[in-house]
């Protein structure tokens, strides 16, 4: 069974402090990545995807991969309590099938 | 407006009853996605479909039915046979075409059993 493992949380940073989430996967077949937020009780958004070996920012968001090491990660930086939600990671396997993580809470304090 | 719509918002169903789960799409998109969220826990897939009128099975199939008559429809049937049917149903969608495989999800299902 091909698995996305995530630290359910919560975790909790103050505001405007970096908030870092790490996910690993099993397969490493896997090609691409996302991070998906998703506030309570709503359905997933896009927050960023990766597929490269490295880092990937946007806006106050960044993405890291290391394939070698199978694992994701996000950071956060100057996090807001609107970034308060759960991120989930998504392994993207053969036949375009995400595989989801079971996600972590963020809660961001002011 | 293009997007993704879940129809209804919630649904309450009882014991030895099949339902069925509206998705629609005008994204123009070929693939479409069934999964199933549990409190506390990720997205699991239920079925999937990469070209109407063909689709095949996730991880967690038993129970559940679908069919891609046209390519903006995605309908799930949740049947009698699904044991502990009560979750969050979320409909997705991608355009296999681009160079990234983003999958665009709907504002879902609530699905409770009474």
């Known amino acids: 069974q091909k698995e996305v493992e995530q630290n359910s949380g919560p975790l909790s940073v103050p505001e405007g402090a970096i908030a870092s989430l790490n996910c690993t996967y099993s397969d490493r077949g896997s090609q691409s990545f996302f991070w998906y937020r998703q506030y309570s009780g709503k359905s997933p958004e896009l927050i960023m995807f990766?597929?490269?070996?490295g880092d990937k920012e946007d806006g106050r968001f960044t993405a890291q991969l290391n394939k070698a090491s199978q694992y994701v990660s996000l950071l956060i930086r100057d996090s807001q309590p609107s970034d308060s939600a759960t991120y989930l990671c998504?392994?993207?396997?053969?036949?375009?099938?995400?595989?989801f993580g079971a996600g972590t809470i963020l809660r961001v304090k002011s | 407006d293009g997007g993704i719509t879940q129809s209804p918002k919630y649904l309450f169903r009882k014991e030895g009853q099949n339902v069925t789960l509206s998705c629609e799409q005008n994204?123009?998109?070929?693939?479409m996605y069934w999964y199933r969220q549990d409190p506390g826990q990720g997205l699991r897939l239920i079925y999937y479909?990469?070209?109407?009128?063909?689709?095949q099975k996730g991880d967690i199939a038993e129970g559940y039915s679908v069919s891609r008559e046209k390519k903006e429809s995605f309908p799930l049937t949740v049947t009698s046979a699904q044991k502990n049917p009560t979750a969050f149903y979320l409909c997705a969608s991608q355009d296999r075409g681009r160079s990234y495989n983003e999958q665009f999800f709907g504002p879902g299902t609530r699905l409770t059993v009474l």
């Open positions: 998504a392994a993207m396997e053969y036949g375009n099938k995400l595989v």
């Open positions: 990766i597929y490269s070996n």
């Open positions: 479909s990469q070209i109407v009128n063909d689709f």
């Open positions: 994204l123009n998109h070929d693939a």
